[in-house]
């Protein structure tokens, strides 16, 4: 089967103002769904980020695949590389670590992948989790991922997921995120406030949800003093912390340090860092990250090689639509080395989806893999041209968390570290 055509559309949805070390999320996310279509007539979805530097590339490597075999995984990824040259994509956030040649790569490659996974599982009446090795998990956990985050957007009305801005604001916030969905598993994201304040959080957590492993994500903007500091305090407490501090060397002396496992999806973000990781002993988890690892079946190899060197498995998120989730899933249902409940913003997305209900469900906090054949996930076009409208109209081009929260808070610093 070769690539006919293949449809790129950039849409936008409405996101909570979510707090963070970068700033603070806008009013508008900005995501790009990939649709891949064979001369045999099946149809493939990706999806990937939607910032304008990301979207000119991957809409030029939808031009370049087209004639492509959907199996011929090395020549299509052989393809993107040679149009990609030199050219490095940066993120304005920095949340997810260093930007790269190599990564840039594997980020425009993944939503095609993506797609054909999704044909060729089609054409033999197969999910994706089959072509990934078959079934370990017949549903993925995932993790109440919850955010300070104030009331509203400025000069909006109160949004239906309130204030969460000291402890019981966090803990109310996790009530809320459980009661509707059944999260067995809670990461809080931090990096906002000063330490002693998430610590604080992370303790009125601990007495709310005794039983639930606990996580947190200061995005590295603790120094490495402070982060040995914190991860004693919280002894005990954390299932594991994420990225404290900045860098392998720097995760590594913190590492040495404290007693919980450190996790990452900031200084381990492609292949070439893992020698390194491994060497110093740095990390305990990674989070892996299929929209910036190369697509499932690259994932997938480094979930081996992590296994191989004793690192443990989770998945990061991004604010992400349903095709997302369904590909995260399959990928979790068939990777014995995710150990850990995997990361998802879904929740915050409130119903906002360009697939077609249905398909995806939060069962005691997991998400069954969809039954039908592919990625099991069908596209709501009328969705889909809604969300193309708000992406035309809202006039946000890249996410920019920091030039937000400025608007706010003109001193806001993204100095690191900051504690």
Same mark, same amino acid.
């Given at each position: 089967?070769?690539?006919?055509?293949?449809?790129?559309?950039?849409?936008?949805?409405?996101?909570?103002?979510?707090?963070?070390?970068?700033?603070?999320?806008?009013?508008?996310?900005?995501?790009?769904?990939?649709?891949?279509?064979?001369?045999?007539?099946?149809?493939?979805? +990706?999806?990937?980020?939607?910032?304008?530097?990301?979207?000119?590339?991957? &809409? $030029?490597?939808? *031009? %370049?695949?087209? @004639? =492509?075999?959907?199996?011929?995984?090395?020549?299509?990824?052989?393809?993107?590389?040679?149009?990609?040259?030199?050219?490095?994509?940066?993120?304005?956030?920095?949340?997810?670590?260093?930007?790269?040649?190599?990564?840039?790569?594997?980020?425009i490659f993944s939503p095609f992948e993506v797609a054909c996974?999704?044909?060729?599982?089609?054409?033999?009446?197969?999910?994706?989790?089959?072509?990934?090795?078959?079934?370990?998990?017949?549903?993925?956990?995932?993790?109440?991922?919850?955010?300070?985050?104030?009331?509203?957007?400025?000069?909006?009305?109160?949004?239906?997921?309130?204030?969460?801005?000291?402890?019981?604001?966090?803990?109310?916030?996790?009530?809320?995120?459980?009661?509707?969905?059944?999260?067995?598993?809670?990461?809080?994201? +931090?990096?906002?406030?000063?330490?002693?304040?998430?610590?604080?959080?992370? &303790? $009125?957590?601990? *007495? %709310?949800?005794? @039983? =639930?492993?606990?996580?947190?994500?200061?995005?590295?903007?603790?120094?490495?003093?402070?982060?040995?500091?914190?991860?004693?305090?919280?002894?005990?407490?954390?299932?594991?912390?994420?990225?404290?501090?900045?860098?392998?060397?720097?995760?590594?002396?913190?590492?040495?340090?404290?007693?919980?496992?450190?996790?990452?999806?900031m200084c381990v973000v492609t292949p070439e860092h893992l020698?390194?990781?491994?060497?110093?002993?740095?990390?305990?988890?990674?989070?892996?990250?299929?929209?910036?690892?190369?697509?499932?079946?690259?994932?997938?190899?480094?979930?081996?090689?992590?296994?191989?060197?004793?690192?443990?498995?989770?998945?990061?998120?991004?604010?992400?639509?349903?095709?997302?989730?369904?590909?995260?899933?399959?990928?979790?249902?068939?990777?014995?080395?995710?150990?850990?409940?995997?990361?998802?913003?879904?929740?915050?997305?409130?119903?906002?989806?360009?697939?077609?209900?249905?398909?995806?469900?939060?069962?005691?906090?997991?998400?069954?893999?969809?039954?039908?054949?592919?990625?099991?996930?069908?596209?709501?076009?009328?969705?889909?041209?809604?969300?193309?409208?708000?992406?035309?109209?809202?006039?946000?081009?890249?996410?920019?968390?920091?030039?937000?929260?400025?608007?706010?808070?003109?001193?806001?610093?993204?100095?690191?570290?900051?504690?």
């Amino acid at each position: 089967m070769r690539i006919r055509e293949i449809d790129v559309t950039p849409v936008a949805f409405r996101d909570p103002p979510l707090l963070n070390a970068a700033g603070v999320h806008e009013p508008w996310a900005l995501r790009t769904i990939v649709e891949v279509v064979t001369d045999e007539g099946l149809t493939g979805l +990706g999806e990937t980020y939607g910032d304008l530097d990301h979207l000119v590339r991957v &809409r $030029a490597a939808a *031009e %370049a695949l087209i @004639g =492509h075999d959907v199996y011929g995984h090395n020549a299509m990824y052989a393809t993107v590389a040679g149009l990609v040259g030199a050219d490095v994509v940066t993120d304005l956030h920095g949340l997810t670590g260093t930007s790269s040649r190599a990564k840039t790569v594997d980020r425009i490659f993944s939503p095609f992948e993506v797609a054909c996974l999704d044909i060729r599982g089609k054409a033999v009446g197969r999910p994706v989790v089959d072509l990934l090795g078959g079934r370990v998990r017949d549903a993925v956990p995932y993790s109440a991922y919850l955010f300070y985050k104030w009331a509203g957007h400025p000069g909006a009305a109160e949004d239906g997921f309130g204030a969460a801005l000291d402890p019981e604001g966090v803990v109310e916030q996790a009530r809320l995120l459980i009661g509707r969905y059944g999260f067995r598993s809670i990461k809080l994201k +931090g990096g906002v406030f000063p330490p002693e304040q998430e610590v604080e959080a992370i &303790r $009125a957590l601990r *007495e %709310a949800f005794p @039983g =639930h492993p606990l996580r947190l994500d200061p995005n590295a903007v603790w120094s490495v003093e402070t982060s040995i500091r914190v991860g004693r305090e919280l002894d005990g407490v954390l299932e594991y912390l994420e990225d404290p501090t900045e860098g392998i060397e720097g995760m590594a002396r913190v590492a040495a340090e404290v007693p919980m496992p450190l996790a990452t999806n900031m200084c381990v973000v492609t292949p070439e860092h893992l020698p390194e990781a491994v060497r110093r002993d740095a990390i305990g988890v990674l989070l892996t990250d299929h929209h910036y690892w190369g697509g499932l079946v690259r994932s997938a190899h480094i979930a081996t090689l992590c296994e191989t060197f004793g690192i443990e498995l989770s998945m990061h998120s991004n604010s992400h639509l349903g095709i997302s989730l369904a590909a995260m899933t399959h990928l979790a249902a068939a990777t014995p080395a995710v150990t850990h409940a995997c990361d998802t913003h879904t929740p915050w997305q409130d119903g906002q989806d360009v697939v077609a209900p249905g398909a995806l469900r939060f069962t005691d906090g997991a998400v069954p893999v969809p039954d039908g054949p592919g990625l099991g996930v069908e596209l709501d076009r009328d969705a889909l041209a809604v969300m193309n409208e708000h992406y035309e109209k809202c006039g946000v081009r890249s996410r920019d968390d920091t030039t937000y929260m400025r608007t706010v808070d003109p001193s806001f610093s993204t100095r690191r570290p900051r504690w």
